[in-house]
T-cell receptor, first 114, second 113 residues
Framework: DGGITQSPKYLFRKEGQNVTLSCEQN?????MYWYRQDPGQGLRLIYY???????QKGDIAEGYSVSREKKESFPLTVTSAQKNPTAFYLC?????????????FGDGTRLSIL | QQQVKQSPQSLIVQKGGISIINCAYE??????FPWYQQFPGKGPALLIA?????SEKKEGRFTISFNKSAKQFSLHIMDSQPGDSATYFC????????????FGPGTSLSVIP
């Protein structure tokens, strides 16, 4: 089945630690996205990538970094500079621009502070 | 101007009833309005979407009504079922914001037997 796989499902971060969230897709989509979801708030865009080896900052990129070395993979690193990392992180992909058609989401990674 | 407002924050409906969720926007450049459904512990999934050239779109029990002059759109769930209990997000985007979709804050729907 085609889809988006996020791992791990739960992740705990210690103070001063960087953690990396994995996102893999087998939908052959060019565009990939990372969103942060907090209770009572909509999804907020962290980073997005339209093609391999290229990515752009979203609305809340501070304290996060990404890479796009392969079409299928778009890992997100939550750095120690992100002071409030506790949230539900969602990875998505789309065949074309997200503003024109559906995004396909993974089942998320829940990050908590130890 | 980039915000999408959504109400109510939570909604309780009896089985068989109609669930109505409302959204409003300010940016007149928005021209794609999807609705996403999210179950606990899962990612959102596209439910239905509309473009402003039509005033209504129906897919099964789900209908989007769109009022371009009022800059409002709404989701109607007819014959609501307990399996519809989920969080619903409206969203909006424009052709000029290539990859940016603005999401509303979400509505938690509970359908009780």
């Amino acid at each position: 089945d085609g889809g988006i796989t996020q791992s791990p499902k739960y992740l705990f971060r210690k103070e001063g630690q960087n953690v990396t969230l994995s996102c893999e897709q087998n939908l052959n989509h060019d565009a990939m996205y990372w969103y942060r979801q907090d209770p009572g708030q909509g999804l907020r865009l962290i980073y997005y990538s339209q093609i391999v080896n290229d990515f752009q900052k979203g609305d809340i990129a501070e304290g996060y970094s990404v890479s796009r070395e392969k079409k299928e993979s778009f890992p997100l690193t939550v750095t120690s500079a992100q002071k409030n990392p506790t949230a539900f992180y969602l990875c998505a992909s789309s065949m074309g621009p997200a503003s024109r058609g559906p995004q396909h989401f993974g089942d998320g990674t829940r990050l908590s502070i130890l | 101007q980039q915000q999408v407002k959504q109400s109510p924050q939570s909604l309780i409906v009896q089985k068989g009833g109609i669930s109505i969720i409302n959204c409003a926007y300010e940016n007149t450049a928005f021209d794609y309005f999807p609705w996403y459904q999210q179950f606990p512990g899962k990612g959102p999934a596209l439910l239905i979407a509309i473009r402003p050239d039509v005033s209504e779109k129906k897919e099964g029990r789900f209908t989007i009504s769109f009022n371009k002059s009022a800059k409002q759109f709404s989701l109607h769930i007819m014959d609501s079922q307990p399996g519809d209990s989920a969080t619903y997000f409206c969203a909006a985007s424009s052709q000029t914001s290539y990859d940016k979709v603005i999401f509303g804050p979400g509505t938690s729907l509970s359908v009780i037997p």
